[in-house]
């Protein structure tokens, strides 16, 4: 233990991260990487784990520091297979592989490597517990032991985690409040893109996200993700309303696509994927109340166009909006973006940062925002913007269509 400090005589340099160069994975980890953080990046099997961090280890060996890529899982031969996709080639790069972390250890002592990467945490184990590879008990110790490791050498350490879809098994989850950094692949595989989003960061927002397409060599950068998340949109189609939402620090564009219409079941279904389904209800039932819209006895499916999750509330607005479209049948208009978070009496409320969310929507070519009257009055009037304020939902029939 040191000596107690002053506040006040800590330095704090800010150029002590080290930019990994793929400026879409630096935003996400908060601006780049602190050295002796302990980092877990989880997501479903063949997501593309390995192949992100590959390409970080990649490009900062490219840079000169020394990367010791540890794989329970594969093969050297089939990194470096993957390598060649990735066009990696560097006498900085190293591969071990093996079962045992003490065994590790010693490698990394030889090494002195200034990234460790550890794919999986699911397949190393220590011997000093008896239980199996894999198991609450070793992935804890082992984890316990990397960071106790990264603190001391000042490597920042990559542990690399399998979630099923519900997050449940052999969880990373066990590791979240150990680590400094949570990073999750988010969706499915089914989307072309692939989002990384911080869920717990000691160096920066949460919820900061990069944005990734995966393609033949490799993960791709996606620099304009509002863009690319609008590029499909429908033209005029009922049901479909495009949200500013705030992610981390950045605005992002997404379209929300609802549809209504009269249930052949007893029980009426609801699916809601990326946004929360118990929010979903709520929303029906204050438009059942307070705007005496019913739709008890209809089918109603949301979903967030390109596999993002929008779990801010200030998306309510959007999807109230995005079910009367899809119910009436009647398209809103294609220039206007809509957000507000919307309360149990049906008032319309402010949310956080609205000027962002209206200047993104402004360079993405929208020129209308429907948005609640409070935010309205708190923001500067722009050109080529027409803001149409409300403040229940009981006014939203009068200025969304
Ligand atoms: P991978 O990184 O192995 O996933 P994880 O480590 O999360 O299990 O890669 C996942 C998928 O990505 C795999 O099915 C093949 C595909 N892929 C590409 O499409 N292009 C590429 O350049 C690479 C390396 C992989
Ligand atoms: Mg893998």
Known sequence: ???????????????????????????????????????????????????????????????????????????????????????????????????????????????????????????????????????????????????????ETGTPTFLIGHVTKDGAIAGPKVLEHLVDTVLYFEG???????????????????????????KETGLEE??????IFLEERPDKAAGSVVIPCIEGTRPVLVEIQALVGPSPLGMPRRTAIGVDHNRISLLVAVMGKRMGMEMGDQDIFVNVAGGLKVDEPAADLGIVSAMISSFLDRPVDNDMVIYGEIGLAGEVRGVNQPELRIKEAKKLGFSRCLLSKSNLESCEPLSDMELVGVDSVKGLMDVLF
Request: glycine residues 10%; contains cysteine; charged residues 25%.
């Open 188 to 214: 499915d595989m089914s989307h072309m893109f692939r989002i990384v989003r911080a869920v717990k960061n000691r160096y920066g927002a949460t919820n900061e996200i990069g944005v990734f397409e995966m």
């Open 1 to 151: 233990m040191g000596q107690p400090q002053a506040i006040d005589s800590i330095s704090l340099d800010p150029e002590h991260r080290r930019k990994t160069g793929i400026p879409e994975f630096d935003r996400a980890l908060g601006g780049g990487l602190v050295p002796g953080s302990l980092l877990l990046l989880g997501g479903e099997p063949g997501i593309g784990k390995s192949t992100l961090i590959l390409q970080v280890a990649g490009r900062l060996s490219a840079q000169g520091f020394k990367s010791l890529y540890f794989s329970g899982e594969e093969s050297p031969q089939q990194i470096k297979m993957r390598a060649e996709r990735l066009s990696i080639h560097s006498e900085n790069l190293f591969i071990v592989t093996g079962t045992c972390v003490e065994d590790l250890f010693k490698r990394m002592e030889g090494l002195k490597p200034d990234l460790m990467v550890i794919d999986s945490i699911q397949t190393i184990h220590t011997d000093a517990l008896p239980s199996a590879p894999g198991s609450v008990g070793q992935l804890r110790e082992v984890s316990v032991r990397l960071l106790r490791w990264a603190k």
């Open 222 to 227: 996606v620099g304009n993700p509002s863009r």
